[in-house]
């Protein structure tokens, strides 16, 4: 298979299915901003264009590409739309989601309604707290030993890649981390065998990173704590809602927001309520799980507009069927990608084992590294971006989160079938 | 004067002048959104309507009210209205600010124009850092001691209300705080006398709420520290940007984005470079700000959106003229609304002593405070919402930040005439 380079060819989408992304939408904004001291109408034109028309000659008119980026990420076309629809003024309230007081009516049916839909994807457990707050993964790598262990207690870290050890560092501040199992060595291509890992027979907690977006390997099971009073903590940032999960398996769930289920600056913790209330006496309040769960995350003002596009999220991924249905897309995503790697005879080679490679995050390298620029290059070309690996490893990394619609990951792989074709 | 209740007339200005307020625009969205599995056209009809023109017949019409909500507040109607026209795609880059990534250069181009508008707009000096965090002014609390002082040593706090009351609790986990004035007694009415203060020789650091949000109370100068070493620390969540400020008086300036600059879960801390790099061992890595300014912003994922639009809010305080400009608005607006409380003889009081009333937040009662209800549920109608008192001080609160139009007050004060006039 070819694909042309002429300057729209590559906007067309390779096959007709029914994802929203295979319709081209061109939206033509000519929407005059009145400044403060004049009035200039305001015009808004969106015309919807069906598959294969020509393209509109106005120079306004936009394309989206195919954004491959790690997170913040790609988010679904009807979310956006949504939003954008009701940015000004939401649903007859007078006025935008931003300025909403958070202790108000409005915005307590929006953050309520999130909450509840997002107990619904994952069939939370009564007994879990969902808390919405800042910060990202990062302040949780603070909280979590802040709030589930004294300073001479001892826990496990498991280390997968990147993120995992940062936070085994951070928590070498608040208690006793061990790292019981370290996939360093082997570059962070690896999960450890569920069974052989060594655990602390005392251990508060065993902390895992679910999914490393750096690294792409991602747990397809989970390990359960040897001690009877520990609990498992995962750091779910890159696959959270990618997928169903067993949320009673887990002490504390927590993820960034700005990979699956939203843009960043919301931080989602689903707590198991027996582990809030033990915070040790130097936490910093806003690191305090009891004092969110006590004010169902409105003790101070939360990321209101972040909540809102993230409850936005959650209704698509249940008009979508449920987590049962993404994962299955996800998984066929994952697998022509994968497969057009290991077909190419070397040319692509993706590093991680094969069990554990991530359906969020994608690796991989080619034979001829002098060649990754030109590859980068050229498919930034054909509209599909961010595809430079993270600097700590080199090479490519497509991304392809619940919103990466299957057209894009077609139109990666022919792209890539077409780019060794060339240079093979 | 007098106010008619029929449906519509509330929504005439009561007079003409520059303000964008004044001029009403109907968005009658009829944005069909493509479920996943359909494609519907998308229309968008957007006309402004003149002034006394009469209401468009449509349902879908909406109307913006003038909401006096403390934070999140109102936002200016042209950011809100730039942000809706290019929230699905932003300028060419193919995708929506939500979905970039932080570290490519469309992001870079968004946060590097954000810092140098506000750089302008506040004339601050090169050996300051400007970081734009997570977490609220909360965070700060704890960020603050733990970042300017060591366990043992002492600081003074300032206690002019509910705000500076918090920050000083938090404190206390972190070093030696001191109150060396508190309001409490006179309900927090009053602004201490800056000579009169009774400073330790030693404090790290004295600390100021720049204005007391929920109480009304507004520093119009500040004090200087008696120790050589020390400096002057002020949280101006609620004051921010609403009038020029000589930071170089300042060691670290701190506020929370939602009352004028932007949206909640963004907190912009500006600090001198000097009193970056001592923080405590500690400290999490997301409350040190060495790992911000080191990292300009980006050691994990920023809330990007709110930045964006904290950056068209600079680009509009800009185009005012600058904040010389913006008080003067300020101020116009708060004389109109004081003026009408101290002219009601009595029948409205503001509790706050007349030299430190805040230009931002104006806490009044009502005489007859069995009316005050009455009063907010009479203002919602007009289309005048969230001026409830907070719950611990009662009565009503006007917030009349930067971005509430002046005919907004003007309707709020005639609003106040008519009601005492029924009512007296």
């Known amino acids: 298979m070819s ?3 002429s300057p729209h060819s590559h906007l067309l989408p390779q096959n007709h299915n029914h994802f929203l992304s295979n319709h081209r939408i061109h939206i033509t904004t000519t929407l005059s901003l009145p400044s403060p001291r004049t009035f200039r109408p305001i015009k808004c034109a969106a015309t919807p264009t069906q598959l294969q028309d020509p393209l509109p000659t106005q120079t306004q008119a936009q394309e989206r590409v195919f954004n491959f980026a790690a997170g913040p990420a790609t988010l679904p076309e009807t979310v956006l739309l949504r939003a954008q629809s009701e940015l000004y003024l939401w649903r007859g309230s007078g006025m935008s989601v931003m300025e909403m007081s958070h202790r108000g009516k409005d915005f307590t049916s929006i ?30 790598f603070a909280a979590v030993p802040l709030n589930l262990c004294a300073p001479e207690e001892p826990v496990d870290y498991v280390v997968t890649g990147s993120w995992s050890d940062k936070a085994f560092k951070e928590a070498q501040k608040y208690c006793k981390p061990s790292v019981i199992w370290s996939g360093k060595s082997e570059k962070y291509t690896k999960i450890p065998s569920l069974q052989g890992l060594e655990q602390n ?60 289920v939203g843009p960043s600056g919301v931080t989602i913790v689903i707590i198991r309520n027996d582990l809030i209330g033990h915070a040790q006496g130097l936490t910093p309040v806003m690191l305090d799980y009891k004092i969110h769960a006590e004010n169902r995350s409105l003790y101070n003002t939360p990321p209101c507009y972040g909540i809102y ?106 792209f890539m079938k077409d780019f060794q074709a060339r240079h093979a």
């Open 201 to 260: 027979p005392d251990a508060k907690y065993l902390h895992i990173c679910s999914n490393e977006t750096i690294h792409g390997v991602e747990y397809k099971d989970y390990p359960t704590p040897t001690n009877p009073n520990g609990v498992l903590v995962a750091d779910m940032s890159s696959n959270f809602c990618s997928k169903p999960v067993d949320v009673s398996k887990f002490g504390v769930i927590y993820a960034g927001a700005q990979k699956n």
């Open 111 to 140: 953050i309520e309604k999130a909450e509840s839909d997002l107990r619904t994807l994952l069939q939370i457990p009564p007994e879990y707290s969902v808390l919405f707050l800042q910060g990202g993964a990062t302040t949780q």
């Open 309 to 414: 596009m993230c409850g936005l999220v959650f209704e698509d991924l249940l008009e979508q069927g449920g987590l049962g249905e993404v994962e299955k897309n996800n998984v066929k995503k994952a697998e022509i990608l994968y497969n057009a790697i290991d077909a190419s005879n070397g040319f692509y080679k993706c590093p991680v084992e094969k069990s554990v490679r991530s359906l969020m995050n994608v690796p991989f390298t080619l034979e001829k590294s002098e060649l990754e620029g030109e590859f980068i290059k050229e498919a930034a070309k054909e509209n599909m971006v961010q595809l430079k690996g993270h600097r700590s490893v080199g090479g490519m990394r497509a991304s392809i989160y619940n919103a990466m619609p299957l057209p894009g990951v077609q139109k990666l792989v022919a």
């Open 3 to 5: 694909i042309s380079t």
